[in-house]
């Protein structure tokens, strides 16, 4: 007992030793208890919260009236707690119905969001929606729809009331088990149904005084300058400025993707930190100019307001995304230090924007947006910090440091999101140093100041010539963009990782930046396993599309296709979460699958499938449960054979994508509905241990 209090109190004392220097350990943890929350198979009741709550007021009690040296441990628990009992305040918010069944007819609504789905249609999300004989209790808060009439309709404009026709159903769940659930982020988003119309849009009403000012502004500004930059070059100025890309096509999208410049386009902090630094010094040293202000006022201070003011509005202008308000909040904290004469800690500023983002919404940190943004944040302050540790002021020429700084910036930036870029996109750009080394100087030096200057004329009418400055600048971009991608190699293919990779990756980064000494060198062991979990990956043998319209087998080859069309966001993301940049009409040619497009027969483990789809698709179905194991079908069968392993529509409604994998006993099986959370599907019984001891096959569910 003596021993093991020892331990305590030199745990204890380490701690006490490290006190104010373990708040960037904060959202951390928060974030620790969010990702339980979501790792839950189950959604936790009311006796759960409450059990937090007795925690967290425990914890409470025990900083008050317990040791002092113990402060650290209650802080950590308390934490821990804090996470999911944000998740369920959230839950609480955005609580609203998804549709329960597939729906045709007239919609009626509000826009509030303009963009493009990836097929380039224009899309619309509307609010305040009126469906068809549907209850207002069982309309979603929100719909988003893809217009692809040909016949020209209204143009949309956000805050005006439309009408259209459309084909609407619930957000689709993941397309594979384990893979990216869409529907919780609907959920999350309020976004309760998606779908499509091939009808012209119709306005109902015009916008209501005063309704959605920030959204009209936002369009208003980005038609201003896509009229006044024409082509791509304008709609990427427009895009960077006000964050609304509706201006902007798939090819220049995926040529952004592809040179790793995609971030110069998403909203993002560093061109916030680009328009406020400029704004900054604008006002700073242009007041600097005049010696009756400069004797009397202090001009760093004013600088600091109307830039925090500039900010503000720059944070609901461009929608705020999460990496805008990250940077919002780093930005609100620097400039209030400048207004109270104290210096800012770097580390603890990003600390706070991570615990007000956790804490206001916890389902952010699931998001590449939230684990980039803090990641590349997070090490280059690190870095930058190392570096001033080790290069004496003055040791560099002047002129080499903004070039130093350049170079050592993309690299450390490029290096910390590396990992989850690749996790979430599937891909590494070769490539992407170059191209921001080419592009990045031109955004900061360029592109936003031109904008903010263009901002500050235009009342005048003089915005032409800063516009002209901004648009040269977005051309060159945009050439780096394409030349780049166009490179051969420019794009190397990563298989997607287990679920306890990227967590492993985080706690190594936290190890190596904010410890010191021996227990620095310990990050080494997370990220090597890390490593090992991520090669080791195991992808599965056969992937079936949630409609049973497509099936997707591991070969030698890569994985081949039942089809080349159809199903074709699942297609897309299986050959994406292999590590493979095949498109679907080339994996559909791939050795595999024999027969015709309507009854494609496959072998896995020994074992013979057969996918049946089309019309007279039913009236296959006893034919093919005899001559093979497993048969999948994409529509429903009323009555299916006896002793049939059928993967139907009926089954699939209940199971979701599956994943098959062999094993020494017959398969192993995984499906996507096996959460049962709130945003899931209704749930339904899966009866999948009947069917699966059909014809002696073993199928056990993992």
Known sequence: ???????????????????????????????????????????????????????????????????????????????????????????????????????????????????????????????????????????????????????????????????????????????????????????????????????????????????????????????????????????????????????????????????SLAHLLAISGMNLAFLIAFVFALIRYGLALIPMVALRVNTKKVAAVISLAVAAFYLALSGANVATERAFIMVSVMLGAVLLDRKALTLRSVAIAGVILLLWKPDSLLGPGFQMSFAATVALIA????????????????????????????????????????????????????????????????????????????????AGLPLWVMQQGAAWILWVAHWVAGWHGSVTAIAQPGPMVLPLVTFAGALAILTRGWLRGMALAPALLAVALWVLTERPAVLISPDGALVGLLTAEGRALSAPRGAGFAARSWLENDGDLAAQEDAAIRPGFDGPPGARSFRVGGLTGIALKGKGATDKVAGACAAADLVVVSVAVPDPPQGCLLFDAAVLKKTGALALFPAADGLRLRFSHQAQRVWSPPKTDVTLPDLIRAKGVTVALR
Not at 111 to 116: A, F, N, T
Not at 443 to 458: C, E, F, K, N, S
């Open 1 to 259: 007992m003596t021993v093991r209090s020892g331990h305590w109190v030199g745990l204890l004392g380490v701690f006490s030793a490290a006190r104010g220097t373990l708040f960037p350990w904060v959202p951390l943890l928060i974030g620790s208890g969010v990702a339980l929350w979501f790792a839950l198979p189950w959604e936790p009741g009311p006796g759960v919260y409450a059990a937090l709550l007795a925690v967290l007021a425990a914890c409470i009690g025990l900083w008050f009236w317990g040791p002092e040296a113990a402060h650290p441990l209650w802080v950590a628990v308390a934490c821990l707690a804090l996470g999911p009992l944000a998740c369920g305040a959230r839950v609480q918010m955005v609580a609203a119905p998804m549709l329960e069944f597939r729906y045709y007819g007239p919609v009626t609504g509000r826009i509030v969001g303009i963009d493009r789905n990836q097929t380039d249609a224009l899309r619309i999300t509307l609010d305040q929606v009126v469906l068809d004989r549907v209850s207002p209790a069982r309309t979603p808060a929100r719909v988003r729809v893809a217009l692809r009439s040909k016949l020209p309709g209204h143009p949309p404009f956000p805050g005006e009331v439309v009408m259209i026709t459309a084909h609407l159903s619930a957000p689709d769940g993941p397309v594979e088990p384990g893979s990216f659930d869409f529907r919780r982020m609907a959920f999350f988003d309020r976004l309760g149904a998606v779908g499509y119309s091939t009808a012209p849009l119709m306005l109902w009403h015009d916008a209501a005084p005063g309704a959605r000012p920030v959204d009209r502004l936002r369009s208003h500004l980005s038609q201003a300058m896509r009229a006044a930059m024409p082509g791509q070059a304008g709609a990427f100025a427009a895009g960077a400025m006000t964050g609304d890309r509706s201006g902007i096509d798939q090819q220049t999208v995926q040529a952004l993707r592809d040179s």
């Open 383 to 462: 870095g930058f910090r190392e570096v001033d540790h080790r290069i004496a002021k003055g040791a560099m020429p002047r002129w080499a440091m903004p070039v130093f700084t350049l170079v050592l910036s993309s690299v450390i930036g490029g290096f910390a999101t590396a990992p989850y870029a690749a996790a979430h996109f599937n891909r590494f750009t070769d490539f992407g140093l170059i191209a921001n080394l080419l592009t990045v100087p031109v955004m900061g030096a360029v592109v936003m100041p031109a904008g903010a200057v263009a901002a500050l004329l235009a009342p005048f009418g003089l």
